[in-house]
């Protein structure tokens, strides 16, 4: 079978085939059945919402005219080589696949309309299971397990997911009190940012000014010092700010500086200290800003000074670093062990809160060491003020000595368990593999020592991804023989870290899963570069460790759910989560038994290869958004001679329509090219080839196969303008699917009087 690369996808026949991927047999075995001596229909019809399986269990006997009729949909991965294919396998084959009811919401699968669900999820807290430290309390699990899969020794064989969250967040902290308040962090929840006068301001009166009262003999009386930019010809005052949100933005030229929002802007000033007598003593120092702006929101902005440790330049200091080829120990200034970026203790503190003056006494023995030792004198960093929010220090041990704690004692209860089918390995915020999912609070973490890949604990540096892995062990070792799961879509500071985390998680067999199923979205793929995009990552490993969704679709209509349940195909999902609201749409859930038809199986199980047509909306986003069609084991090949395809957009209000690709016969392109994974069909077999195609017009089109060697035409469909979407159905007796249309193994022909608008199309082999 011919191959070439389609329009933004992959080699299909780099794939593996994935022996043993964990599709449950009980799921097809009623689909077969009930297609079991079906003909394919000779007359078109339009396409009909209960999605029925695109395939034929009964060879024709001779090719026949084409009926439109039903709707199929479409995807594509690629892989790499199972470290333990045997163990994986096995592993694979405990996971019912298909779509999940989140929660308890499984019990409606004892309802005959929700029949078709095929398991349940419920993520448990940390602070549910361990109010007090020690003191373990599983009564909550075991009484939703038994509702939803029957008691332990009498089990009805359901099986469920499993899955305790360490931390929720601020509003619904699942992290138990006790573990908060022995490993706690500070962190931001005021976000104003407010402005003050720099030495650069036209008016002089506003620049900053450091106030000294110094004695010039012991037991003498104080003097006054005023350093202020211009006065009395004093020009030793150095300035700038540091912007967390355009972190290697310098800003030496600004004549104002930047303060607060959410720990992002922070302020360095020094004042060299010229002109003081011999033997100066400092008695008291008070640095004097103007509040040019004091923002919109009046909270009392709590502000910090601390002597900076290291030399920095006005004209190049950005978030990042103090000046050329250097680096922060951490961003902002903000490390204090080793390599220090300033000291550990505050030089002086206050609160902001109008505009107009802003003061902040020193310590004066800190202005002391500067005159005493001038080269010292490296100024201050001016920053916000962490908050007491209990924020949890992962990176302390004895955090993560708790969390295995209760992660081994989780192991012992349930590893074992008949009803619990996988769990996931949650790290972080909802278990999604973030510390935190506010932007401000991952200043918080910045600061506190907390990096991307870093680790040396002795400088106060601590590396996320070590965390991850570190929990990733942790649950191996607790649950050696159940599948597991990383919600791996997230992450701290980059995205490169999955790059490091994921190869980690496979290697041990752990599953992956994405918590934002879409029609179409960002940070899905990254073009030309790592493979470190969600869905590069799921194409790369879907055929070694078992993939799988939550359900994130908003406005959940059936054109966006159809769509985001394709692009989980597309990736060879095993199963999908899906919330109750959505779970029980009786508008969505044609849609939902569709996706059970595919979830989960393999060249050898699933019903058919086919390709939905579409393209992405962002096209502008190439850098990270999934290019091309969704495909399950078939490619449209856009680069096929005179095949190049024009993508289109909300055609028609039908779900079908909302993606889509047209031929282009005013260019010359009056085909569209199609190759079948030759894995899945080797030819010498009787097929079923479906179209779904729009009936706009009154034109002719036909479907010209690879007949062995030599290209055959069907008869050609006729369309009436119905403005609908049609099936046409196709048997074929003899197909070799080998390349002979000029290369392709199928091709549609517009014949030149009329674009054809296609959605889908599909290929089924009969036994």
């Known amino acids: 079978m011919a191959f070439l690369v389609s329009s933004g996808t992959t080699a299909l026949s780099r794939r593996r085939v994935r022996a043993g991927r964990f599709a449950f047999i009980f799921l097809f075995v009623g689909l077969l059945t009930a297609c079991a001596g079906r003909v394919p229909a000779a007359t078109a019809t339009p396409a009909s919402t209960s999605l029925p399986l695109p395939t034929s269990t009964t060879p024709p006997a001779t090719p026949v005219a084409a009926t439109p009729e039903s709707v199929a949909t479409g995807a594509e991965p690629a892989v790499q080589s199972p470290s333990a294919e045997a163990t994986l396998a096995a592993r694979r084959e405990q996971i019912p696949s298909g779509v999940y009811a989140m929660l308890d919401w499984n019990r409606n699968a004892a309802n005959s309309a929700n029949s078709w669900i095929k398991a349940g999820h419920n993520a448990f ?16 699990v075991d009484r939703w397990l038994d509702a939803e899969a029957g008691p ?49 301001a036209a008016q002089a009166e506003r620049r900053p000014a450091l106030l000294l009262a110094v004695e010039t003999t012991v037991g003498g009386e104080a003097q006054p010092f005023r350093f202020q930019q211009g006065e009395d010809g004093y020009a030793g005052a150095l300035d700038t700010w540091l912007d967390g949100a355009n972190p290697q933005a310098p800003h030496g030229a600004d004549q104002t500086l930047v303060l607060g929002a959410a720990g992002q802007a922070n302020l360095l000033l020094q004042f060299q200290l010229t002109g003081l007598p011999a033997g100066a003593r400092v008695v008291s120092a008070t640095l004097a800003f103007t509040v040019v702006d004091a923002g919109g929101d009046k909270t009392p902005l709590a502000l910090e000074a601390y002597a900076v440790a290291r030399p920095w330049e006005p004209a190049t200091a950005t978030w990042l670093s103090p000046r050329p080829d250097e680096t922060w120990t951490i961003r902002g200034a903000n490390g204090f062990m080793a390599d220090a970026d300033r000291d550990l203790r505050p030089a002086g ?155 980690y998680a496979v290697e041990r067999g752990v599953g992956l899963k994405h918590n934002g199923l879409y029609p179409d979205s960002i940070d899905g793929a990254t073009q030309g570069g790592p493979a470190v995009g969600t869905y590069n990552i799921m194409q790369t490993y879907s055929e070694t460790v078992p993939v799988a969704w939550e359900f994130q679709v908003f406005p ?39 996706a059970n038809r595919y979830l989960g199986t393999t060249l050898d199980t699933t019903p058919a290869a086919w390709v939905a ?41 039908a779900k079908e329509g909302l993606f889509t690709r047209s031929t282009d016969q005013a260019t010359g392109n009056r085909y569209m090219a199609f190759d079948v994974d030759d894995r899945y069909f080797h030819g010498g077999r009787p097929i079923t080839i479906e179209v779904v195609y729009l009936d706009r017009g009154r034109d002719e089109w036909h479907l010209e196969y690879d007949a062995g060697g030599r290209a055959a035409a069907l008869p050609p469909v006729q369309k009436s303008d119905t403005n609908t979407w049609k099936t046409a159905t196709f048997g074929v007796p003899d197909a070799a699917m080998a390349g002979g249309v000029d290369g392709y193994d199928l091709r549609i022909d517009c014949e030149g009087d009329g674009d054809e608008i296609i959605h889908m199309v599909s290929v089924a082999i009969h036994e």
């Open 125 to 140: 807290t940390w602070r549910q299971i361990e109010a007090e430290r020690g003191k373990l309390d599983w009564s909550v």
């Open 152 to 200: 332990r020794d009498a089990p009805t064989g359901t099986r469920v997911g499993l899955g305790i969250d360490a931390y929720d967040g601020l509003d619904s902290s699942s992290a138990p009190q006790w573990l908060l308040d022995d490993y706690p962090l500070g962190g931001y929840v005021v976000e104003r940012r407010i402005a003050v006068a720099a030495s650069e």
């Open 349 to 503: 503190a206050a609160t902001a809160t109008d505009a107009g003056s802003l003061s902040i006494a020193l310590n004066a023995g800190v202005v002391q060491a500067w005159v005493d030792n001038p080269a010292s004198n490296q100024g201050l960093v001016i920053k916000q003020r962490p908050m007491d929010i209990q924020l949890p220090r992962y990176f302390d041990r004895g955090y993560m000595q708790a969390y295995e704690e209760l992660v081994k004692a989780f192991g012992a209860r349930y590893g074992d368990d008949p009803r619990v089918a996988w769990v996931e390995a949650t790290v972080g915020i909802y278990g999604e593999t973030t510390p935190t999912s506010k932007p401000a609070l991952k200043w918080a973490y910045a600061e506190a020592g907390l990096t991307s890949m870093t680790q040396a604990p002795e400088e106060g540096l601590y590396s996320w991804v070590q965390i991850v892995m570190e929990t990733i062990d942790i649950y191996r070792a607790a649950f050696p023989a159940t599948p597991l799961f990383l919600e791996y879509s997230n992450n701290f500071e980059s995205v490169s870290e999955r790059g490091v985390y994921v190869p």
């Open 556 to 594: 959940r209509t059936p054109d966006n759910v159809y769509w985001a349940m394709l692009n989980a195909l597309d990736k060879h999902a095993d199963f999908v989560m899906v919330q109750k609201d959505a779970i029980t749409s009786t508008e969505l859930i044609p849609i939902f038994e569709f």
């Open 613 to 653: 047509l579409r393209e992405t909306e962002r096209p502008a986003e190439r850098w990270n958004t999934q290019h091309g069609n969704f495909n399950f084991y078939m490619q449209q090949v856009d680069t096929a001679p005179a095949g190049k395809t024009v993508p289109l957009w909300k055609v028609t209000d």
